[in-house]
């Protein structure tokens, strides 16, 4: 069912802003999509609206029955409580940077349903870029294939949370369930459509361009066998040069995301199968990174 929803967005069957893609993450919105990051015309929390009603498509059915209702079932949310539902898709080295899903467009919790692939959620990170860079968590917590995640409180509204690209390190996909506020700001169709029109007619006289609020959109295709292959990030590349160039006493090997990776998982004791914003580093080159075996 999956699949046939993927092979339909490459065929451009779903309406223009339930798919927005980016190098190595695909985003899916179903029930309600809004804006968010490079898309806004001014950006910045609480500047976040959703789109016209109609604009994306409904959830799949798939979803209700083996997503949603089994979560109903275990009261895990109350019956009713899902309108949104968004499947991010993420290939080897995607990620998606700290952020707080919008606390005026969203009530708590949100609720996601991990696939594929074991990754992590971290907490309290800051992103640097070109080349990516992602500091330590606050918190680190491992998001195992199957597992179900629940942030409420101060973990949704008091920090951020992101997928840092290292943790990303096979195919992996997540559903992410919230329910829309009632008084949440939303674009209405005029005013999408006059905007839309303004950007086109803009584009055609030199230097009188305007940011204005439009999906991003990237043709770039992923290579099928990427998820099999480990990748080395700039981070890690910059750690073995550190740890080549400097005396012993002095290296910091220790903290190099793998070395992190493998620590926080004995911290968390046996590591067993498990496994949105919302912005995203969009447009960017793509990175150029070595391969190696493990």
Same mark, same amino acid.
């Given at each position: 069912?999956?699949?046939?929803?993927?092979?339909?967005?490459?065929?451009?069957?779903?309406?223009?802003?339930?798919?927005?893609?980016?190098?190595?993450?695909?985003?899916?919105?179903?029930?309600?999509?809004?804006?968010?990051?490079?898309?806004?015309?001014?950006?910045?929390?609480?500047?976040?609206?959703?789109?016209?009603?109609?604009?994306?498509?409904?959830?799949?059915?798939?979803?209700?029955?083996?997503?949603?209702?089994?979560? &109903?079932?275990?009261?895990?949310?109350?019956?009713?409580?899902?309108?949104?539902?968004?499947?991010?898709?993420?290939?080897?080295?995607?990620?998606?940077?700290?952020?707080?899903?919008?606390?005026?467009?969203? *009530?708590?919790?949100?609720?996601?349903?991990?696939?594929?692939?074991?990754?992590?959620?971290?907490?309290?990170?800051?992103?640097?870029?070109?080349?990516?860079?992602?500091?330590?968590?606050?918190?680190?917590?491992?998001?195992?294939?199957?597992?179900?995640?629940?942030?409420?409180?101060?973990?949704?509204?008091?920090?951020?949370?992101?997928?840092?690209?290292?943790?990303?390190?096979?195919?992996?996909?997540?559903?992410?369930?919230?329910?829309?506020?009632?008084?949440?700001?939303?674009?209405?169709?005029?005013?999408?459509?006059?905007?839309?029109?303004?950007?086109?007619?803009?584009?055609?006289?030199?230097?009188?361009?305007?940011?204005?609020?439009?999906?991003?959109?990237?043709?770039?295709?992923?290579?099928?066998?990427?998820?099999?292959?480990?990748?080395?990030?700039?981070?890690?590349?910059? *750690?073995?040069?550190?740890?080549?160039?400097?005396?012993?006493?002095?290296?910091?090997?220790?903290?190099?995301?793998?070395?992190?990776?493998?620590?926080?998982?004995?911290?968390?004791?046996?590591?067993?199968? &498990?496994?949105? &914003? *919302?912005?995203?580093?969009?447009?960017?080159?793509?990175?150029?990174?070595?391969?190696?075996?493990?």
């Amino acid at each position: 069912r999956r699949s046939s929803d993927l092979r339909a967005a490459e065929k451009g069957m779903y309406k223009e802003h339930t798919v927005d893609r980016a190098p190595l993450r695909n985003k899916y919105f179903f029930g309600e999509g809004y804006t968010y990051g490079a898309q806004l015309q001014k950006r910045g929390p609480g500047q976040e609206r959703l789109y016209p009603k109609g604009d994306v498509d409904e959830i799949p059915d798939w979803v209700h029955q083996l997503v949603i209702r089994k979560l &109903e079932q275990h009261r895990i949310i109350p019956e009713g409580f899902v309108n949104s539902a968004v499947i991010n898709d993420y290939q080897p080295g995607g990620c998606i940077v700290s952020h707080v899903d919008p606390i005026h467009i969203f *009530e708590r919790p949100i609720v996601s349903v991990s696939f594929f692939s074991d990754s992590a959620l971290c907490f309290g990170c800051k992103f640097q870029f070109k080349p990516i860079r992602v500091s330590e968590p606050v918190v680190f917590v491992p998001v195992r294939r199957g597992s179900v995640t629940i942030l409420s409180g101060y973990a949704a509204d008091e920090i951020t949370h992101c997928i840092r690209p290292q943790d990303i390190k096979e195919r992996r996909a997540v559903i992410i369930l919230r329910k829309t506020r009632t008084e949440a700001p939303r674009l209405d169709t005029k005013s999408l459509t006059s905007t839309l029109i303004s950007d086109n007619l803009s584009d055609q006289v030199p230097g009188n361009r305007q940011h204005v609020l439009k999906p991003k959109r990237s043709h770039r295709k992923a290579d099928p066998d990427a998820a099999h292959r480990p990748r080395i990030l700039e981070m890690d590349k910059e *750690e073995n040069r550190r740890s080549v160039l400097l005396p012993k006493h002095s290296r910091r090997s220790d903290f190099s995301s793998e070395n992190y990776w493998r620590r926080s998982y004995e911290f968390t004791g046996d590591y067993e199968e &498990e496994q949105e &914003e *919302e912005d995203d580093e969009d447009g960017s080159p793509p990175r150029k990174v070595k391969m190696r075996r493990h």
